[in-house]
């Protein structure tokens, strides 16, 4: 009994917690891909879709077709996203967890950036608690935020870094859960780079106002996170075409928007990196607009790679290869013409 004991909390511990506590995890506010979001994002399909039914702008002849139907949410690519969003929560658990511990000690926090300003310039009166300081430093954590993911999102588009972003781009067919279809190598940057840089800011911040300071919050959410998600932020991942017009573009990235950054036509690589706000698009050049009438497109990354990203095994090892081989191959010495 004490070796089946030890199996359970090691069960518990490694498989049945992280999945369990994925799925619970549906129904909370502070992540994008929440039940109330995924109601709210497809609430503004179904009035978008009537609109352009009685205007006869769709050829789709319920909601569930206009959405995608079956061809869409049935898709071997869709069934995989659902179980690699289950999956990915172990992985974080074994994998990402344990490194970040062992970097931890290195990364320097809020704190010791008060504590370094304390000691260069001395102690600074506590500004008193009001709710514009709040919104202040809630709207700062959001567009710094916003701003690195630009960066980091970016980066891995880059030749090194393209293997293990391509799983996410990989999927031939988009659902909400596509959100989650992304390598837990970048995942891992992600966090750091996130700790890192959020952590300077709440210093730099916390220091001038002479302590610690919360973000303004709505539910237990930062309110510029929930006001976001609540915009049909799961329509990126989707195949309804929404689109918020070249002005509003040029700030707020659209469901449309994001749909072209997963398109394969050449026109489109590169293009609409941000997350929630295109203004960094728009700042460095990498801004696509749309408009109303919906571009056709075909997502994923060619086809080359249609077979290639078909299993659990494939989204998790296939990058380690792939970027084991190309990093290899940098390392050869070229062969010298000698004609």
């Known amino acids: 009994m004490d070796v089946l004991a030890q199996l359970y909390v090691h069960l518990d511990r490694w ?47 319920s909601f569930w077709h206009f959405i995608g139907g079956s061809r869409v949410f049935g898709h071997r690519s869709a069934w995989l996203d659902y179980r690699y969003f289950f999956i990915k929560a172990i992985l974080k658990v074994v994998w990402v967890l344990p490194i970040v511990a062992l970097i931890d000690p290195w990364i320097l926090r809020s704190g010791d950036y008060q504590q370094f300003f304390t000691q260069l310039w001395g102690a600074r009166e506590q500004v008193p608690n009001h709710p514009m300081t709040a919104l202040f430093y809630g709207s700062g954590v959001f567009l ?22 391509k799983v ?34 709440a210093g ?22 929930l006001i976001v998600n609540s915009l049909a932020a799961n329509l990126r991942h989707s195949h309804v075409w929404l689109s918020f017009g070249p002005t509003i573009e040029h700030v707020l990235n659209s469901p449309a928007q994001h749909q072209i950054h997963h398109s394969d036509a050449p026109r489109h ?58 990093f290899l191959s940098a390392l050869r010495p070229r062969a010298i013409d000698m004609r």
């Open 15 to 61: 498989i049945i917690a992280p999945v369990s506590g994925q799925f619970i995890g549906l129904f909370d506010l502070n992540g994008r891909l929440g039940v109330a979001f995924i109601v709210a994002s497809y609430s503004v399909a179904y009035v978008l879709f009537r609109y352009r039914k009685s205007r006869q702008l769709t050829a789709s002849s």
């Open 168 to 201: 996410h781009h990989s999927a031939p067919v988009l659902v909400p859960a596509t959100a989650s279809r992304i390598h837990i190598v970048e995942t891992l940057v992600e966090r750091l780079v996130m700790t890192v840089g959020l952590g300077a800011f």
């Open 204 to 225: 730099v911040v916390w220091y001038a106002c002479g302590g610690a300071i919360s973000r303004y919050t709505l539910f237990g959410v930062t309110w510029l996170v």
């Open 144 to 165: 710094l935020r916003d701003f690195l993911h630009y960066w980091i999102h970016r980066a891995f588009h880059s030749r090194y870094l393209w293997d293990f972003h």
């Open 269 to 326: 690589h590169n293009k609409n990196f941000a997350t929630n706000l295109s203004i960094w698009d728009w700042m460095f050049g990498t801004l696509y607009l749309t408009t109303s009438t919906p571009e056709p497109l075909r997502f994923g990354t060619g086809e080359a790679d249609r077979g290639r990203y078909l299993t659990l095994y494939d989204l998790i090892v296939t990058p380690f290869v792939d970027s084991a081989r190309r």
